[in-house]
C-alpha cells in the first residue's frame, strides 16, 4: 500500500524514492524536498525502529485510508457524473424505442441478448448503476438539502434511472429461473430511490392527464411491474402442473389483475406491454385460457375488446363506474 501511495502524484518528482528491497528511503530525496507532509510519514513507517512495528502497521493504515478518502471524493463530483449519466440514458431511450420497433418491447429484447446492442446496453446500465450506488451511499451519509434526502433535480433523475434500468436487472434476474425479485434479488438503492419518492408526497399527484397525452413514451411507474408479470407467468405454468393450491393460485392471480388494472385506469403503465412479442402478452393468453368461464373483470373486457389500442394512442378513458369508486 505504501509503494503504491509512493507513486502517486504526491511522490512525482522523486525518482526511485523507495529501495523496497531493504526497506528504506534513498539518499537522492535530499537534493528534492516536498511541499508536502505525507513524504515525512511515509520516511517514519519505513524506517522506524523495530520495535514499533504495530504502530507502523496503525500508520500505514491510517495514511492509505485518508488518501482513498481524498482519492473518492475528487472522483465522485455528482453534479458532473449526473450530467455523463444523462448520456447513457439516452442511450437507453434510444434502445427502448429501437425494440418497441422490433414489437417486442425493451424489456424482452434485453432478456433474450439475440443483438449487438444488448451488449453495449450491458455497458450503459453498468455505469448508471455503479454512479446511483454510490449516490445513494453519499445521501444516506450527507442529505442534499434539510427535510429531504435528494434535490429535485437528483430525485427526478433517480426515480428516472431506477424506472428504466431495474427492468433490465429484471429481466436478468428471471432469465436464470430465479424468483421472488422484490423480496430476494431487489439492490438497496432501487429501495432507498424508491423510497426518497415517496417521501416527496407530491409527485406523482395530479399528472394523469400529462400520461395520457404521452402515454407513447412513458416509463411505467411501478419499476418492479415485470417482476410482478414473471410471478404471474410461473403462477399460471403451476396451476397447468400442479393440483393442489389450486383456488389460493387463482387469487393471487386476481390481486395481479386488480394491481395492474389500478395502473391502467391512472395511465401508470408502459403501452409497450400491449406489444405482440412481450412477457405480458403472452401472460394474458395463457391466463384467460386457464381461467377461461371464471372471471368477467374490468381487464377481461379491456383485454378483449382490444380497448389497449386506444389506451396507447392515449384515447381511451376508464369507465365511468371506475372513476366513480
Not at 25 to 35: Q, S
Not at 90 to 115: C, F, I, M, P, R
Not at 162 to 182: F, G, H, S, T
Not at 289 to 294: R, V
Request: hydrophobic fraction near 30%; charge should be positive.
Amino acid at each position: 500500500m505504501v509503494e503504491k501511495l509512493n507513486g502517486r502524484t504526491i511522490c512525482r518528482n522523486a525518482t526511485e524514492p523507495v529501495d523496497w528491497d531493504r526497506g528504506v528511503l534513498r539518499d537522492n530525496l535530499a537534493e528534492k524536498p516536498f511541499d508536502t507532509g505525507i513524504y515525512k510519514q511515509i520516511k517514519a513507517i519505513l524506517t522506524g525502529p523495530p520495535k514499533h512495528q504495530q504502530q507502523q502497521k496503525i500508520n500505514i493504515i491510517n495514511l492509505v485510508n485518508r488518501e482513498k478518502r481524498v482519492i473518492s471524493k475528487k472522483s465522485f463530483n455528482p453534479s458532473k457524473k449526473l450530467n455523463d449519466m444523462k448520456i447513457n440514458m439516452a442511450y437507453l431511450e434510444w434502445y427502448k424505442k429501437w425494440s418497441k420497433d422490433q414489437k417486442t418491447g425493451y424489456y424482452d429484447v434485453y432478456k433474450k441478448k439475440l443483438n449487438e446492442w444488448d451488449i453495449k446496453v450491458e455497458g450503459f446500465k453498468k455505469d448508471l448503476t455503479n454512479y446511483w450506488i454510490d449516490m445513494v451511499k453519499e445521501v444516506e451519509t450527507k442529505p442534499q438539502k434539510e427535510g429531504a434526502s435528494l434535490r429535485t433535480r437528483w430525485l427526478g433523475a433517480g426515480t428516472n434511472y431506477r424506472r428504466m434500468v431495474e427492468p433490465l436487472d429484471i429481466a436478468e434476474y428471471y432469465k436464470e429461473n430465479k424468483l421472488n425479485y422484490e423480496t430476494q434479488g431487489r439492490s438497496r438503492h432501487y429501495i432507498r430511490l424508491e423510497e426518497w419518492l415517496k417521501e416527496e408526497n407530491n409527485s406523482e399527484s395530479n399528472q394523469n392527464n400529462s400520461k395520457k397525452e404521452n402515454v407513447a413514451s412513458i416509463l411505467t411507474i411501478d419499476s418492479c411491474f415485470w417482476a410482478k408479470v414473471e410471478e404471474a407467468i410461473v403462477l399460471c405454468n403451476l396451476l397447468k402442473t400442479e393440483n393442489f393450491g389450486v383456488e389460493q393460485k387463482k387469487n393471487k392471480l386476481k390481486e395481479f389483475e386488480k394491481y395492474l388494472w389500478g395502473l391502467l385506469k391512472n395511465y401508470q403503465v408502459s403501452s409497450e406491454i400491449f406489444l405482440r412479442g412481450s412477457s405480458f402478452m403472452k401472460w394474458w393468453e395463457d391466463y384467460k385460457k386457464t381461467m377461461e368461464g371464471s372471471s368477467t373483470s374490468q381487464l377481461h373486457h379491456f383485454m378483449n375488446s382490444r380497448a389497449y389500442e386506444e389506451y396507447a394512442k392515449g384515447t381511451w378513458s376508464p369507465p365511468i363506474y371506475d372513476l366513480i369508486f
